[in-house]
Every structure is written in structure tokens, then in C-alpha cells.
RNA sequence: GGGCAGUUGGCUCAGCUUGGUUAGAGCAUCUGCCUUACACGCAGAGGGUCGCUGGUUCGAAUCCAGCACUGCCCACCA
């Protein structure tokens, strides 16, 4: 019978046969018509930019579990699944991709590109819907979504009219942040910091009708060349003579006015600031304020352009290369400090970035942001783990106009149309046919498009279908929970919550996951230009698709980031092997029988082991059920696997072996087959959601199960309160210990595990002997037992080890076999254990002001310590002593 | 500069909310076993006094304060 089952799981053919009839049942899609509780994830679109690494692997078993778990559960469950174009992201991995043709987007023009552009995604998106059907995830493909789909783009035109005409969307010419390499601005949350090893140029700016000079300091000396003032604090007397005359900018001879702004540290450089109005964000707002000149030196490529004069044309570092060569040689180059400057960098090419004077569209925030900070302190929107609240609290009190004019060419074209006549701007759903000003149908439609999140802020609601009133909307919207990382809590998750207020008026999920972010054994986040990038299909194809889910769940602390490398995987392997093996176990044994799915039998009726897994069964679901619903996926994980690895395997199955044998009765046999198959299938339900391959793979092994039967229709496990017996459990702990004392003696004692020993218990608690008698055949069974003597006034054998516990002494005869000295180690070991225990109870019993300050049963349990510990030290004594005698 | 998180055996973590069992687990290590489900296994063992300092308390890994270190996020000081 054992034989047909082959004794290691094999995950690959399960994998492939088990996911093709889950999508052909249609499990997997929610229904509009359902009168079933809905329960809604969105996933977060992966970008386009690449297939799927372990971070997506973590991030979509989690979902899938929850999914799962729900769908189980009886829900309406909806996995809307779907991929973003990621704008910046994707454009520039492609443009990378020509670089090595030797082509440039521009040579290739707009159309072309964007043709480039699109057979990329086509080909990643294929890549990426594999990569999670290989993982198991239980999406509804009927409903995968693209954020350029017709419907989501219509979306993103109705929000953005909706808010120009709410006059929330405004153009305006400011310093944005400019990223030379991809030609665009960027908003404030797509920089990245570094840190660099830069100088601090001192430079001489000689004043105007003298001889003496005045020295500013930068960072940027290159900047100089669009200054347009130099500034000073108003209550620095070092300067106040200089205020209102002039200084000239070396090289340029430009005539530049002294003024006096609060803006200006006095402690720091020299107290004098350069201002450069159209490349420095303060600067800007002091030119403001001063009435300045805002002069642009800057191309949008990073050369400087014919305001630089001789430098025109020049990259910006080369530029300053030689303009500080020069001030040197004219002598305006007062010194030179080392300084370490942060900078910041385009978060898509790590080129850094200008302020760059540009026309742009931005959204203006605050007026949105007021519901979704709301929302959290309602308590409608919760974090998993709560601390994340205060970051998301903290950007949305703080929030600043978005910027969301992109100067790229792939995303959604920004609905603004330009006259060619008049130059009037108009935003409109479509072309329009005469201009509105000057009536001239020379229009265009504006080459910029939207930044790429102006389109995800769309996505939980986007996805279903509106502007429209589809009935998915209404079904499935608001989702449920979210799951995503903590780097997109201001970029997306805010934005989401702030979007979906404005043009749904609700709360578009109740809580956000927020994960860690996946990185190797050394703690490096992984990523493909370090290499350190794992590819999760290598491990499905390597160790299976359950080994991968469950090994990340089991090594995601929660709230923590989880290091993982190839080892991890093992652990899952092992597990699902164990599941397996375990279950070869239980079905061969069936012999015939038929067990049912739901037992209920008087309890009476079984065995004391069945008894008690079933308590810990009940336990355990409960547990499952409770972490689960509090987002602790590592926990519920880790409680089923202690459950399923000890309870279950390494006590449950050992202890109904004999139950099973050839010597038992059909009736005994019914029996253990009943309540092991019951178990079985339920961690079958219970790790569904976790492993849902090697799971549903098992199940059917199972007598008359059919093909098109699954295990998601047997639903998720009830926790049965009427199972649950705390009291046979605590029996049971003792039991176990005394087995494992009997084992441990034996280990010590080099009993070869062959061989079965004669064992005496010797105790005055009559209860623990009832106890001890009544599951009398799994000591004797578990601990290797020729005969097993259980009483009061037992003596010790002539040479035999002994091993003190709880309520006894425990005897093994091992005549011929012991080893003395042996012997005598061990025993003083313990003694000495004893004894250091006996000796900080001791001082605790005899500090006065524990006495009249602790609680009674605190005493008491003190008290009793003491006794027992005592008790303890004068057994083994006496053991030593007999050891001697001989 | 501000904020958040973390600091427990060789490694990765649990325990800390509600202070009181001889501080747990997995991996790794050591010993012995192919015991008729599993060597991707079984049994046993060794190993930490809980970052530092001080406080509260009869009693602190657990509460409070300060400090140190690590990581992340935010921030316009040239």
C-alpha cells in the first residue's frame, strides 16, 4: 500500500496539475452576484520594469494567505491582480536597453519608442503573471489590469479635470527638481540622498569701488554664474557698512547688490551668501523677496547655456572644473575646505539632480490631505505594525505641492492642449477643435505626460471599473487590507487614501501590511546590480512553491526585515516533506477505511492520545485564527508547524503506531484511523492557505475524493471548544517529560537505542501514578521499556542510573551495562543544578520584605520550589552515596 | 538636526502590552541511531543572565530615565 505513494513530495507535477483546474473551477474570480461577505485585495502593481524578485515573492504569498484564508472562510474573495507602467522607471530601462544598440530615443522618435516600450511590457507582463501563477497566487485573471488599460487611463483624464476645474491642479514656473540624464523633473518623493565626499569653494567677489573683497562660500561654485545678489544677515555688524552697495562677480563682471536677509546664518562660511535665484531653492525665495532677477544658466541636459558665457555649452562638472581653475589663477579662490554635502539623485539613474526653473503642473495637497489623515485618527484605516501610522501622519501634516508634469514619453499625455496661434492653454476630455481664446484649430496636445503614480493613486477603485457605477464597484470597493513595503507609504499608500476620499468619498482599504524588505545572509537589501537578486521561480524550481511560500513566512519576523538565503528554502522543503511523510503515514493505513471530515464522536469513546490531539488541534486553529487576523503571518506559521511537527508527528503518530500494528483490533484500528485521518485533513485545511499545493495534493490521496473536489470547498477549520482539555494536557506534559527523562538517562548512559530497559518509577503522588498508569503503553512504547514499574515504595536496583523529577525518582537497572564514573558525572551534574537553584530560592525565602510584600500564591509557589528542590538534592545524595558503596 | 525601529546563546528571532515557572524556538555544533512515514529523518546534549548606566519594586529581559551602537525615514543652512 505504501508503496504507490512515493516516499519524498514531488511539488512540480502537483503544482502544474493543481493550479490549471483552480483557475478552470473559476475559484478564483469574485462574483458581483454573490450573496457572500466580499473580502478585497488589490495587489501592488509590480512595475514593468523587470519580472519578479523575492521581495514580490514575500509580499504576494502574504496576500495569497490572507486571500485564501478568507476565501475559505466562506467570503466573496477578489484578488484584483495587475502590473503598472512605471513611467520614469520603464522608459529608462529601455532607453538603457538602445543605449546598447548604439540608438537613442531620439533617434528613434517618439512613436518608435513608445512601440519599444510597449513590446517590453507586453513581454514582462507575460513574465510576471507566470511568476505568481508558479507561486500559487489565487488571483482573478479575469480582472488583471494594466495602469494604461482604456479604462484606467479614462480614469486618470476624469481626476485630472475634475481637480483642474476644482482649480486643485494649477501650472506654474518653479524650481522643480531636474534629472539632466532623463530630461525631466521629478517630484520631491522620487529622490534619493547620498552622502559625498565635496569641497567648500571660498571664492573672492571684489566689491564695487574698492579694493577689498568680500567671500562667500558654496558648494556649487559653478552656480556663480546665474548670481544675482550676495546676501548677508541684517544683524551681522561685520557687514552692515556693506548693505546696499555692490560687489562684481569674477570672470562675468557682473554688478551684483549687496541685501540683507534673516535667511542668512552668520556662523556658518563667512556669513555672506552668493544667491542664485533659479538653481537654489532658498535662493529662489529670497529672490523673491528681494525683487531678484532669476537667471537660468542651465540647459536641460546639464550643459551650461549662453548665460554662462564662455562656459556655454560645457557639462556642469567639467564647468566648474575650469571656472575654479580660473578664479585660482585670477586669484579670486580664497581657500578650499573639504565638506561632506548630501545630494540628491534621481531615484531611476542615481544621476543627481538641478533645481531647474521649469513650467510644470502640480496638484495642490492640503485640501486632500485632511480626510486621509482623518482616516487614521478614526481608526477607519489601521497599520500592520501601528508604528507606520506616525510616518504616514507625519508626510501628510507636512505635504507640499506635487509636481506631476513629467517630461517623458511614456505614460498617460497630460490632457492640456496648446494654440499654436495664441498660445492659450486649455485642459480638456479631448482635442479641442478651435482654440478658445482666438478661435484658431492649429491646437496640439501638450508632449508631457502624468507622473506615473498619478495614475496608481487610481488603482483600488480605477480597477473596478470607475468613473463608471459598475457592479464590481460596488461589490468589491472598498478593499479590504493592502500589503506592500514601507518605502511607498508617502508615494502610494498615501495618495490612495487621499484619491479615494476625494472622488469616492471612502476609505479605500481598512488596513495596511507593511512588510520588510527582503535582503541576503549579510543583510544586504538584494537587488540585481549587486547580485545578490534570488529569482523566486529558481527556487520554486528548486525546491517547490510551498518550501518557498512557507520558508519566507517563517523567516519574516514581523515588522522586521528577513535575511534569506538559498538555506532558507530548506526549511519549507523539509516542512512539506514532513506533511508528506506524515500523511503517507495516515492514508496507508486506511486500509480500506473511509474517515470522515467532520468527527464528532463521543469522547468517551477514545483513546487518551486522540483526546489530546484533538485539544491541541482546537488550540491551535484558534491560535492560527487569531494571528491571522491580527497580520501575524509568522506567528500563525509558526504555531501551525510546532503543532503539526511535535504535537502531531513527533507524539500523536509515534503513540498510535501500536494502535495501527498487526496485533490490534479492527475496532482499535477504526478508531486511530478515524481520529488520525480527522487530523490530517484538517491541517490539510489549516495549511492550505500557506502550502496550497502539497496540501491539496494529499487531500486527494484520500479515499473517494475526486478530481474536481478541492480542499478550499471543505472550508476553513472550526476551532471546536468542546475539544479542548486542559487537563489531560497538563497529563500529557508529564508524561512526555518522564519519556524524556527515560530517554535522556538512556542517551547518558550509552544504552544503545536497540536495546529495551526494565524502568522503575518511583513516586508518592498517587494522582501523577494514576496518570502515569493510565498512558503506561507510551512510556513503555516511546521510552523503549522491557517492563515498566510504577509505585510508591520502590527501592532502587543495585546498579542501575537513577534521574530525579517533578514527582519521582526514576530507576533504570543496567546491569553489566553501567558505566560508573559515568554515572557519578551525571548525577553531580544535576546536583549541581540543583543546587544553584535550591541556593536563589533560598534567598528569596529569606528576605523579610519579600515575605511581607509578595503575593500568597507567589509564597507559595516559592515555598513549593524549595521543597521540591530540596526533596531533589537529597534523592540524588543518596544516589551518589549507593554509587560509591559499590 | 528631527523622527522611527532594533540591540536576548555562533546566526536569525520569540518572550517585554498585564514585572514573579531553573529565559524559549529554528539554523549551526556535538553524541548516538537507516527504531517497519520521513536521514529533507529520529533521540539526546552543550551553549545566553537578556547593549550600557542608573532608578522604581520584596522582585526587572519585562516598567521609567539617561547613554551607546546599528538600520531606516524625514530635513533648504550656502
Keep these: 500500500m505504501l508503496k504507490e505513494i512515493p516516499k519524498a513530495y514531488e511539488p512540480h507535477k502537483a503544482e502544474e496539475v493543481w493550479y490549471q483546474r483552480w483557475v478552470e473551477s473559476g475559484m478564483f474570480h469574485g462574483s458581483v452576484d454573490s450573496e457572500k461577505r466580499p473580502y478585497t485585495i488589490v495587489i501592488p502593481p509590480p512595475n514593468v520594469t523587470d519580472v519578479l524578485h523575492l521581495g514580490h515573492a514575500l509580499n504576494n504569498t502574504l496576500q495569497d494567505i490572507l486571500i485564501r484564508w478568507r476565501r475559505s472562510m466562506n467570503y466573496e474573495a477578489e484578488w484584483m491582480p495587475g502590473v503598472d507602467h512605471a513611467g520614469i522607471a520603464t522608459q529608462v530601462v529601455v532607453e538603457k536597453n538602445l543605449i546598447k544598440e548604439g540608438k537613442t530615443r531620439q533617434q528613434l522618435g517618439r512613436d518608435k519608442f513608445l512601440k519599444k516600450v510597449w513590446a517590453w511590457k507586453e513581454d514582462k507582463f507575460e513574465r510576471i503573471i507566470n511568476q505568481l501563477r508558479r507561486m500559487g497566487c489565487s488571483c482573478d485573471w479575469e480582472r488583471t489590469r494594466f495602469t494604461m488599460d482604456d479604462g484606467l487611463s479614462k480614469a486618470v483624464l476624469e481626476v485630472f479635470i475634475h481637480l483642474y476645474e476644482k482649480d486643485l491642479i494649477y501650472r506654474g514656473n518653479r524650481l522643480v527638481n531636474w534629472c539632466p540624464r532623463c530630461l525631466t523633473s521629478l517630484s520631491d518623493d522620487e529622490l ?12 573672492k567677489y571684489k566689491l564695487k569701488g574698492s579694493d577689498e573683497y568680500l567671500t562667500v562660500a558654496t558648494t556649487r561654485p559653478e552656480t556663480m554664474l546665474g548670481d544675482t545678489a550676495i546676501a548677508v544677515n541684517p544683524k551681522d555688524k561685520r557687514f552692515k557698512k556693506l548693505v546696499g552697495k555692490s560687489a562684481i562677480l569674477p570672470i562675468l563682471d557682473r554688478e551684483l547688490p549687496i541685501i540683507a536677509d534673516d535667511y542668512v546664518d552668520m556662523e556658518f562660511g563667512t556669513g555672506a551668501v552668493k544667491i542664485t535665484p533659479a538653481h537654489d531653492v532658498n535662493d529662489f525665495e529670497i529672490g523673491d523677496r528681494h525683487g531678484l532677477e532669476k537667471l537660468n544658466i542651465l540647459n536641460n541636459d546639464g550643459t551650461l547655456n549662453d548665460n554662462a558665457g564662455k562656459f556655454a555649452g560645457m557639462d556642469r562638472y567639467d564647468a566648474r572644473r575650469s571656472l575654479v581653475e580660473e578664479l585660482k589663477q585670477r586669484g579670486c579662490l580664497d581657500k578650499v575646505e573639504d565638506y561632506k554635502l548630501s545630494v540628491s539623485t534621481c531615484y531611476r539613474c542615481n544621476t543627481v539632480v538641478e533645481p531647474y526653473l521649469s513650467v510644470q503642473w502640480f496638484v495642490r495637497m492640503e485640501p ?35 509636481c506631476i508634469s513629467r517630461q517623458l514619453w511614456w505614460g498617460h499625455r497630460i490632457p492640456v492642449y496648446h494654440c499654436k496661434d495664441c498660445a492659450e492653454i486649455m485642459v480638456a476630455r479631448e482635442i479641442p477643435k478651435s482654440c478658445s481664446k482666438c478661435g484658431s484649430s492649429k491646437i496640439e496636445q501638450d508632449p508631457d505626460v502624468l507622473d506615473t503614480w498619478f495614475s496608481s493613486w487610481l488603482w483600488p477603485f480605477s ?38 476620499s476625494e472622488f469616492t468619498g471612502k476609505i479605500p482599504f481598512s488596513h495596511v501590511y507593511i512588510h520588510g524588505t527582503v535582503r541576503d545572509a549579510n543583510g544586504e537589501k538584494m537587488s540585481k546590480s549587486k547580485g545578490n537578486g534570488i529569482d523566486p ?20 519576523p514581523e515588522g522586521q526585515d528577513p535575511y534569506i538565503s538559498e538555506k532558507s528554502f530548506e526549511q519549507g522543503r523539509n516542512f512539506a516533506n514532513k506533511i508528506w511523510n506524515a500523511s503517507r503515514l495516515v492514508i496507508s493505513n486506511f486500509d480500506g477505511f473511509e474517515p470522515k471530515y467532520e468527527l464528532d464522536p463521543e469522547l468517551s469513546d477514545l483513546d487518551l492520545p486522540d483526546i489530546w490531539i484533538l485539544s491541541r488541534l482546537a488550540k491551535t486553529i484558534g491560535q492560527v485564527n487569531n494571528y491571522l487576523s491580527g497580520f501575524r503571518f509568522n506567528t500563525a506559521a509558526k504555531v501551525a508547524y510546532d503543532f503539526i511537527w511535535k504535537d502531531f508527528c513527533d507524539w500523536y503518530l509515534e503513540m ?38 502539497v496540501t491539496e495534493e494529499i487531500y486527494h490521496l484520500f479515499p473517494k475524493v475526486k478530481e474536481s473536489d478541492f480542499l ?36 547518558e548512559m550509552d544504552v544503545p537505542p536497540g536495546k529495551k530497559a526494565d524502568v522503575l518509577i518511583k513516586t508518592s503522588d498517587k494522582k501523577a501514578a494514576e496518570i502515569l498508569k493510565e498512558l503506561e503503553i507510551q512510556i513503555v512504547n516511546l ?18 542510573a537513577s534521574g530525579v523529577v517533578a514527582i519521582g525518582e526514576i530507576y533504570i537497572p543496567l546491569e553489566g551495562l553501567i558505566d560508573l564514573e559515568n554515572e557519578r558525572i551525571r548525577l553531580e551534574k544535576e546536583l549541581a543544578k540543583k543546587k544553584s537553584f535550591l541556593k536563589r530560592v533560598k534567598k528569596k525565602l529569606a528576605n523579610k520584605d519579600f515575605l511581607e510584600r509578595a503575593p500568597e500564591d507567589v509564597i507559595e509557589a516559592e515555598k513549593e520550589k524549595y521543597d521540591q528542590a530540596e526533596n531533589s538534592i537529597t534523592k540524588l545524595n543518596k544516589n551518589l552515596e549507593m554509587l560509591s558503596g559499590w
Design 192 to 203: 534619493e540622498r547620498e552622502d559625498i565626499d565635496s569641497h567648500l569653494w571660498y571664492i
Design 656 to 693: 498510535i503506531k501500536t494502535r495501527l500494528g498487526k496485533d490490534a483490533s479492527e475496532e482499535v484500528k477504526n478508531q486511530a484511523r478515524a481520529v488520525s485521518g480527522f487530523v490530517l485533513i484538517e491541517i490539510m485545511r489549516l495549511l492550505h492557505p500557506f502550502m496550497p499545493f
Design 368 to 402: 486632500l490631505a485632511e480626510p486621509a489623515i482623518e482616516a487614521i485618527k478614526s481608526g477607519e484605516l489601521k497599520f500592520h505594525p501601528d508604528h507606520w501610522s506616525k510616518t504616514y501622519l507625519y508626510w501628510l501634516e507636512n505635504i507640499r505641492d506635487w
Design 783 to 800: 521510552g523503549r521499556v522491557k517492563e515498566l514499574t510504577i509505585g510508591e515504595d520502590l527501592k532502587k536496583p543495585p546498579l542501575s
Design 463 to 500: 480597477t473596478f471599473g470607475w468613473p463608471e457605477k459598475t457592479p464590481e464597484l460596488n461589490k468589491f470597493f472598498p478593499t479590504k487590507s493592502l500589503f506592500t513595503a514601507s518605502e511607498i507609504i508617502y508615494l502610494w499608500v498615501a495618495r490612495m487614501v487621499m484619491a479615494s
Design 712 to 747: 478550499n470547498d471543505l472550508g476553513w477549520p472550526e476551532p471546536k471548544i468542546k475539544f479542548i482539555n486542559d487537563k489531560l494536557e497538563k497529563d500529557f506534559e508529564l508524561v512526555q517529560n518522564i519519556i524524556s527523562a527515560i530517554r535522556t538517562i538512556r542517551s
Design 537 to 556: 521561480i529558481e527556487i520554486i524550481d528548486k525546491y517547490g512553491a510551498d518550501a518557498m511560500r512557507i520558508s519566507l513566512v517563517l523567516a519574516t
